[in-house]
């Protein structure tokens, strides 16, 4: 087991279970914001970290949990409880039905396409599709969290919903990398013609990252829609999902580094609240000097690699 798996994650819970009682409404607020955008982050991270796709359009998957959750709340009155498992569903089906015909391009082909996947959502959701989205305005007036007949309205509420979505991403990235999808997706990110030749689906593997990466995404975009009560398109452009893809590259693709790398682009801004505009200058040179100095990441994961005689067959045999 790993060192930070042992001591740090643990450790890292426990702080987290309490540090609400120890921060000011803003300060929750900005807690909240952490953990909605640690869980897409660590989403990003099974596609593009776990099975080396480029994918750009994470804040797509995030955008339709949270639209999901607006939609079926303030349009036909469910409760946010009851729109959990479509916010998980729906962007999990629509990550098999867009990756579908895209799995076999790589790097930069598959960039240009899941950018443009990313586009055209934000498009729908500005034009008003169906009269249910709101438009550039978007949907306000959602419903508090509430469970068992007890709204739970209050921000520390909202905060352990936030602190449960991670725990719960947090233990699926564990069991995945101790299961054979997780082996599998590391053989892939390694070498996908040798994964091919001891036996492994490649296209399968990746439809079921993206289709897992959606699923996670989209239950944070519910989270993400009960703390503002509102969903809007600016909150799910392209420069959000280039925000995940940077963190998930500059942090190593581990949970530590990925935790990281979200604290410092979301929370740090606002220690320094004033300066918080120029965030995207100041990580725009943090990742030129992260990529420099650690081109592997701030803190690498380490993966299983396929036996070498394996992948001089595979080589061979092509």
Same mark, same amino acid.
């Given at each position: 087991?790993?060192?930070?798996?042992?001591?740090?994650?643990?450790?890292?819970?426990?702080?987290?279970?309490?540090?609400?009682?120890?921060?000011?409404?803003?300060?929750?607020?900005?807690?909240?914001?952490?953990?909605?955008?640690?869980?897409?982050?660590?989403?990003?991270?099974? /596609?593009? +970290?776990?099975?080396?796709?480029?994918? =750009? !359009?994470?804040? *797509?998957?995030?955008?339709?949990?949270? #639209?999901?959750? $607006?939609?079926?709340?303030?349009?036909?009155?469910?409760?946010?409880?009851?729109?959990?498992?479509?916010?998980?569903?729906?962007?999990?089906?629509?990550?098999?039905?867009?990756?579908?015909?895209?799995?076999?391009?790589?790097?930069?082909?598959?960039?240009?396409?899941?950018?443009?996947?990313?586009?055209?959502?934000?498009?729908?959701?500005?034009?008003?599709?169906?009269?249910?989205?709101?438009?550039?305005?978007? /949907?306000? +007036?959602?419903?508090?969290?509430?469970? =068992? !007949?007890?709204? *739970?309205?209050?921000?520390?509420?909202? #905060?352990?919903? $936030?602190?449960?979505?991670?725990?719960?991403?947090?233990?699926?990235?564990?069991?995945?990398?101790?299961?054979?999808?997780?082996?599998?997706?590391?053989?892939?990110?390694?070498?996908?013609?040798?994964?091919?030749?001891?036996?492994?689906?490649?296209?399968?593997?990746?439809?079921?990252?993206?289709?897992?990466?959606?699923?996670?995404?989209?239950?944070?975009?519910?989270?993400?829609?009960?703390?503002?009560?509102?969903?809007?398109?600016?909150?799910?452009?392209?420069?959000?999902?280039?925000?995940?893809?940077?963190?998930?590259?500059?942090?190593?693709?581990?949970?530590?580094?990925?935790?990281?790398?979200?604290?410092?682009?979301?929370?740090?801004?606002?220690?320094?609240?004033?300066?918080?505009?120029?965030?995207?200058?100041?990580?725009?040179?943090?990742?030129?000097?992260?990529?420099?100095?650690?081109?592997?990441?701030?803190?690498?994961?380490?993966?299983?690699?396929?036996?070498?005689?394996?992948?001089?067959?595979?080589?061979?045999?092509?």
């Amino acid at each position: 087991m790993k060192k930070y798996e042992r001591f740090g994650l643990p450790i890292f819970i426990i702080m987290m279970a309490i540090l609400p009682h120890m921060l000011n409404d803003r300060w929750q607020a900005v807690a909240i914001t952490f953990l909605i955008f640690a869980v897409v982050a660590l989403s990003q991270d099974i /596609i593009l +970290g776990k099975c080396g796709m480029f994918n =750009m !359009g994470q804040a *797509l998957f995030f955008g339709m949990g949270a #639209y999901t959750t $607006a939609i079926l709340n303030n349009e036909y009155g469910w409760s946010v409880v009851a729109t959990i498992p479509l916010a998980i569903i729906i962007p999990a089906l629509f990550g098999i039905i867009l990756a579908g015909p895209i799995v076999h391009l790589r790097g930069d082909y598959l960039l240009v396409v899941t950018i443009g996947f990313n586009i055209v959502f934000v498009q729908v959701l500005q034009n008003n599709l169906g009269g249910i989205t709101g438009g550039p305005n978007g /949907i306000f +007036g959602l419903d508090s969290l509430s469970l =068992m !007949g007890y709204d *739970l309205m209050s921000q520390i509420s909202v #905060y352990y919903f $936030a602190f449960l979505v991670l725990l719960l991403t947090l233990w699926v990235m564990h069991n995945l990398a101790n299961s054979k999808p997780g082996r599998a997706l590391h053989y892939l990110r390694e070498d996908q013609l040798a994964a091919e030749s001891i036996g492994i689906n490649t296209r399968i593997y990746k439809i079921f990252a993206f289709a897992l990466g959606a699923g996670i995404a989209g239950l944070a975009g519910t989270v993400f829609a009960v703390q503002y009560s509102a969903v809007s398109p600016e909150a799910f452009e392209f420069i959000q999902s280039v925000l995940f893809f940077s963190i998930v590259l500059v942090g190593g693709s581990s949970i530590p580094g990925i935790l990281l790398g979200v604290f410092v682009m979301f929370v740090v801004p606002e220690i320094f609240r004033e300066f918080a505009t120029w965030r995207y200058f100041i990580f725009g040179f943090a990742m030129i000097l992260a990529m420099i100095l650690r081109p592997r990441g701030i803190w690498p994961a380490t993966f299983g690699k396929i036996p070498k005689f394996l992948i001089k067959d595979s080589n061979h045999g092509a």
